[in-house]
């Protein structure tokens, strides 16, 4: 889960913000709490409004930047790329710097770095308990210090000692050491990295961060159409969101009707039959279809074997026909595909253990829409531990029936271009006040300064 997250001098963020998902006084919806990790108790979901330009997707850029540069890092003896605050020139020479607090299993972490375009000059990971905090590991370029006694006080041999210290001195100025142990193949040479292994498993596995043109776990509505526990979810879910779809499935492609390349499709043949697994099936997406390539069973001991290729497809009922009539996904709105997208989110939300970082949510989605799937989440979620945070224009939301004042917070950019964080916890507001009004007329903040009209309109005088 994530606790809190600060970053500073990165895009339009020039000062240090903070944006926290540790509740407020509120004793409403204890149920949009988290269980407690060590005394720290976290909520559910957020929701980030602003203005077009004020920052909102700046926050969720920069927190996606920061698991980018634990996963993939920056390659060899190339700049880190990244934007920092440019609108004060004092800020393209200061460095930049980001930290996350989560909590993993039964213990809560603070992970940072402080960097510029060349170096990572400082990186820290602690464990923050009661009782105070353990350093994990230190790293300060300037003075060239890398502390890792922690570490090393964990590990029982010599050699898994000297295998550490290596890989401090080997790991280059433009890189995280979290990276390195991720690269590097630590753990088979180590014996005790479990602090280490749990914050990467987080970055890898818990944190999922999904922008507007990007498709969340494709493979899983593929697998859906041929398991009859996700097929229940697919069809409860597209029913109930009105998309006149009554099922899906997967439809085998005649070998005559196939739109596929034939070049690719060898490829893909080639692919399966160096796998062991007969039952091995590629999985090929574009922006209109989807489809499962499998070796056609049918057709090994002939002399050409052929493949298997199923399409993913909807049924709709037929008004007089007992029959089902089957659509492409590419026939179905932009809204139906965009609920089709979000149906793996819902799920795993609910089956706990992600945190979800949307922007732009809205995007494609009838105002319902997106209400209920947070009504279905929290409505489902008593023991679960995950979170939904986004960033969205969706004014439907604003209201206190479903979310608490701490789980709204408004970005604003000021006159000069820097990106501001509040949350309607600072405002004082009764827990029956209707909010989206007020949020509309300028109270909140977090709405566009329009211009003058007067001075627009003489634009579009075309007489004069």
């Not at 945070?389 to 820097?418: A, M, P």
Request: charged share 30%; hydrophobic share 35%.
């Amino acid at each position: 889960m994530l606790i809190r997250f600060s970053v500073e001098n990165f895009l339009s963020f020039k000062d240090r913000v903070t944006f926290s998902m540790l509740p407020g006084k509120g004793m409403l919806k204890k149920e949009h709490k988290a269980d407690a990790v060590n005394g720290v108790r976290v909520l559910k979901t957020s929701v980030v409004f602003g203005a077009n330009a004020s920052g909102k997707s700046n926050l969720i850029k920069a927190m996606a930047f920061g698991k980018r540069m634990i996963i993939e890092g920056t390659p060899s003896n190339m700049p880190i790329e990244y934007s920092k605050f440019r609108l004060d020139v004092e800020c393209l020479n200061k460095p930049s710097r980001m930290e996350y607090e989560i909590q993993i299993l039964n213990k809560n972490y603070a992970y940072g770095f402080v960097f510029n375009n060349e170096l990572i000059l400082e990186e820290w990971l602690y464990e923050i308990s009661k009782k105070g905090e353990v350093k994990i590991y230190e790293r300060i370029q300037q003075d060239n210090i890398f502390d890792i006694n922690y570490l090393l006080k964990q590990q029982d041999k010599e050699e898994e000692r000297q295998f550490l210290n290596f890989l401090c001195k080997a790991t280059p100025n433009n890189q995280l050491f979290l990276h390195e142990i991720l690269t590097r193949k630590v753990k088979s040479n180590v014996t005790n990295i479990r602090d280490l292994e749990l914050v990467l498993s987080w970055f890898i596995t818990t944190l999922t961060i999904i922008f507007p043109s990007d498709k969340y776990k494709q493979g899983i509505k593929l697998m859906a159409a041929d398991n009859d526990k996700l097929k229940q979810y697919y069809s409860g879910l597209l029913k109930y969101f009105d998309t006149g779809i009554e099922t899906i499935c997967l439809q085998t492609v005649k070998e005559e009707k196939q739109t596929i390349p034939s070049e690719l499709l060898e490829r893909i043949k080639m692919d399966l039959l160096k796998q062991d697994d007969e039952n091995s099936r590629v999985l090929l997406t574009n922006q209109r279809d989807s489809y499962i390539i499998s070796l056609d069973n049918k057709s090994k001991g002939s002399e050409r074997l052929k493949l298997k290729v199923q399409k993913f497809m909807t049924q709709h009922a037929v008004s007089g026909d007992s029959k089902n009539a089957y659509f492409d996904i590419a026939d179905e709105s932009d809204g139906t595909n965009r609920i089709i997208d979000y149906i793996p989110l819902i799920i795993d939300l609910i089956r706990g253990n992600k945190v979800f970082l949307v922007d732009e949510m809205e995007r494609s989605l009838h105002p319902n829409l997106i209400y209920d799937i947070f009504d279905i989440f929290l409505s489902n979620c008593d023991g679960v531990n995950s979170q939904l945070i986004v960033s969205t224009h969706e004014s439907s939301l604003l209201t206190q029936k479903l979310l608490r004042k701490d789980e709204i917070w408004f970005i604003v950019k000021d006159g000069r271009g820097v990106s501001h964080i509040h949350s309607l916890e600072d405002y004082n507001i009764r827990f029956d006040k209707e909010i989206r009004k007020d949020y509309l007329l300028g109270r909140y903040r977090g709405v566009p300064r329009l211009g003058d009209r007067q001075n627009l309109d003489s634009l579009f005088d075309i007489k004069k």
